[in-house]
């Protein structure tokens, strides 16, 4: 993490002097952002309609009415805010057309869609439109400190909800109902959403590394996977643990103990400098060895912030190296169809000496009585 | 709805048809699907990772390996189903080669991003790529009785949540607790997701008509604005009722019985064969003639089906007539900043006799004692 974030709650400004700096060195003279967590990075705004034009000089955020009350109290001096009563688009045109000197603006090419992107080919002809990959996204990779308490708050809030839902799953639960008794302790803890559909897979379901909760009901002897998380502050947490309904038999007990072992070697190794390849490794060759590597079947892990997807992304295929300040999720998994799955997910800050496990909550197999 | 479609449990045949169709005007060869609520519809898979190729012979439905298992359930003969191991735009230029005749391709304008556009000038340059809008979409705004039935599965289950929430809500509690509850019963009654973030608005809040669930904590007197849905197959429900902790006001009283009524009026006349913009003239105008014009700051409503926000649109600028089958919202409301609002929304189908209401929880001002 920065160590000037500590000294100032609103690192703001901050932000948008990177991105500055980003866009020089790119040659720009402007950005038109268009993925919603990228503006509420760089200007605070919550709202799900917004356009924002970052130049040199300016900082102009593009929402419309239903927005008007609350985009003064979160934005403040970090933008100069404009109410579109028409389209947001509308109000783009003339805003950048009275700034002086702005030639080359880069836009989002991966959050901007085609039909936008002819607005710009169109009624932005006058300027020369740039695609951009990531710019805003590699300065949010690197949490400052009032990111990571935002995110450690996150996963205490998941943390006590599941000590509090773990004793209530019994036989005969649906998997749907046990989300729902999930969800409300999240409600109660206080988070503010669910940062992605929470995924309750018991039986054979837990072998869908995607499944969300069915209405399947719980028999004796099930795994249960939970793979869910909290939000605060617009933070997200993400945390899967999975657990035994009763007596563990020992071929549940051996998948355990080898995803736990990849789980734990991973978080211990994992380095500032290493590649996403390499992290990934770290996990993926002890399952490998142990004999189970064609059931480990996606990635390591990804960044979590304001997305519960972000930068970076712990994976075969990414060479990009890590770098302290950077929160990403530890989850490895096995998966053997129509017998059931196993994955344990920690949530991990990089510092300098090494990775801080942000997770606490107990990873031993836990078997419901 | 169809009368075709209360006959056949499987009409995916008959919208693929029809998309073919559709094509076929348009002078195009074939459609690359990008939007997942699309190729739901058209395939029946659920999942978050999809292309799907559509042609006068084929359709060719591209996923990655987490789906394996899940596709096939849910696909069957509806499409031709590749597993894709790396990147699912890696399977479709192979594919797209072999398919004869092939060369006039509509994408959708509103659905693919500019960094995969550029993946169809790049690595598709041999195709001739043509913008498409709604295509897809203007069949799903036509609701078939197995669609119709299953968004009223989904009022159900959003409509007893809320009966088992209401009596439940005191001074003291929280907007998030108080989503926590409903959710929890959501999820109960069987919900499979929540198609959007709940609203739960109280006091001064509920003026404001996009607020989520906050952690201020109910007041005796405060207005509560409840916004949420269940979703049952995939299709959603979307409904918001308003009460009073405690005994209403005269002035509560009094707004709240002018949205009564335009909910009433707007759902009593609205019509097949209507424009978008006189159906919701049919709350506004009544709004406007009681003095809270500037106070209904959005539209009247919006379709529901596979996406909470689906067309058509009723507003004031939209021209385009309403037709049999169309499920809509009928959501007129009134803001009053800094004092609070009241919204009442209900579910509608759009039939040949008028518009039956699908939603039944009472509409009277309810006041929680």
Redesign the interface.
Same mark, same amino acid.
């Given at each position: 993490m920065r160590d000037d974030a500590a000294l100032s709650t609103d690192n703001r400004p901050t932000r948008l002097a990177a991105l500055r700096e980003a866009l020089g060195k790119a040659d720009l003279d402007g950005l038109l952002v268009t993925a919603l967590p990228n503006i509420r990075y760089l200007t605070g705004f919550s709202?799900?309609s917004a356009l924002l034009l970052v130049t040199a000089l300016d900082c102009v955020l593009f929402t419309d009415? #239903?927005?008007e009350?609350?985009v003064g109290d979160e934005v403040g001096r970090a933008a100069t805010v404009r109410i579109e009563s028409t389209s947001l688009w509308n109000g783009v045109w003339p805003v950048i057309a009275g700034l002086p000197g702005v030639e080359r603006v880069g836009?989002e090419? %991966?959050?901007? /869609? =085609?039909?936008d992107?002819?607005r710009l080919l169109e009624q932005g002809s006058r300027w020369q439109w740039r695609?951009t990959?990531d710019l805003v996204e590699s300065l949010r990779a690197i949490k400052d400190a009032g990111e990571v308490a935002a995110i450690q708050r996150a996963i205490g809030m998941a943390e006590r909800a599941l000590g509090r839902t773990l004793p209530l799953l019994a036989p005969g639960m649906t998997e749907?109902?046990a989300?729902?008794?999930l !969800?409300? =302790?999240?409600?109660?803890e206080?988070? !503010?959403?669910?940062p992605f %559909?929470t995924i309750v897979a018991s039986g054979p379901r837990s072998? /869908?590394? =995607?499944? #969300?909760?069915?209405?399947r009901a719980f028999e004796p002897g099930d795994f249960v996977l939970l793979d869910f998380g909290a939000v605060a502050d617009g933070y997200c947490s993400d945390i899967t643990r999975t657990v035994v309904l009763g007596a563990a038999n020992a071929d549940q007990r051996a998948v355990y103990e080898v995803v736990r072992e990849a789980n734990l070697r991973a978080s211990g190794a994992i380095r500032v400098g290493m590649r996403g390849m390499a992290a990934d490794a770290l996990a993926r060759d002890y399952i490998d060895a142990c004999g189970h590597g064609d059931a480990f079947?996606?990635s390591l892990g990804h960044g979590i912030g304001l997305e519960v997807h972000e930068a970076p992304r712990l994976a075969k295929t990414i060479e990009a190296p890590l770098a302290t300040g950077m929160v990403v999720t530890i989850e490895p998994g096995i998966y053997r169809?129509g017998w059931g799955g196993v994955r344990i997910e920690d949530d991990v800050l990089l510092t300098e000496d090494g990775a801080v496990v942000l997770t606490t909550f107990p990873r031993h197999l836990i078997e419901i009585a």
């Amino acid at each position: 993490m920065r160590d000037d974030a500590a000294l100032s709650t609103d690192n703001r400004p901050t932000r948008l002097a990177a991105l500055r700096e980003a866009l020089g060195k790119a040659d720009l003279d402007g950005l038109l952002v268009t993925a919603l967590p990228n503006i509420r990075y760089l200007t605070g705004f919550s709202g799900s309609s917004a356009l924002l034009l970052v130049t040199a000089l300016d900082c102009v955020l593009f929402t419309d009415f #239903r927005y008007e009350a609350q985009v003064g109290d979160e934005v403040g001096r970090a933008a100069t805010v404009r109410i579109e009563s028409t389209s947001l688009w509308n109000g783009v045109w003339p805003v950048i057309a009275g700034l002086p000197g702005v030639e080359r603006v880069g836009f989002e090419s %991966a959050h901007l /869609l =085609h039909r936008d992107f002819a607005r710009l080919l169109e009624q932005g002809s006058r300027w020369q439109w740039r695609p951009t990959v990531d710019l805003v996204e590699s300065l949010r990779a690197i949490k400052d400190a009032g990111e990571v308490a935002a995110i450690q708050r996150a996963i205490g809030m998941a943390e006590r909800a599941l000590g509090r839902t773990l004793p209530l799953l019994a036989p005969g639960m649906t998997e749907t109902a046990a989300a729902g008794l999930l !969800e409300r =302790h999240l409600r109660e803890e206080g988070s !503010e959403a669910y940062p992605f %559909a929470t995924i309750v897979a018991s039986g054979p379901r837990s072998a /869908l590394p =995607h499944a #969300r909760a069915s209405d399947r009901a719980f028999e004796p002897g099930d795994f249960v996977l939970l793979d869910f998380g909290a939000v605060a502050d617009g933070y997200c947490s993400d945390i899967t643990r999975t657990v035994v309904l009763g007596a563990a038999n020992a071929d549940q007990r051996a998948v355990y103990e080898v995803v736990r072992e990849a789980n734990l070697r991973a978080s211990g190794a994992i380095r500032v400098g290493m590649r996403g390849m390499a992290a990934d490794a770290l996990a993926r060759d002890y399952i490998d060895a142990c004999g189970h590597g064609d059931a480990f079947g996606h990635s390591l892990g990804h960044g979590i912030g304001l997305e519960v997807h972000e930068a970076p992304r712990l994976a075969k295929t990414i060479e990009a190296p890590l770098a302290t300040g950077m929160v990403v999720t530890i989850e490895p998994g096995i998966y053997r169809p129509g017998w059931g799955g196993v994955r344990i997910e920690d949530d991990v800050l990089l510092t300098e000496d090494g990775a801080v496990v942000l997770t606490t909550f107990p990873r031993h197999l836990i078997e419901i009585a």
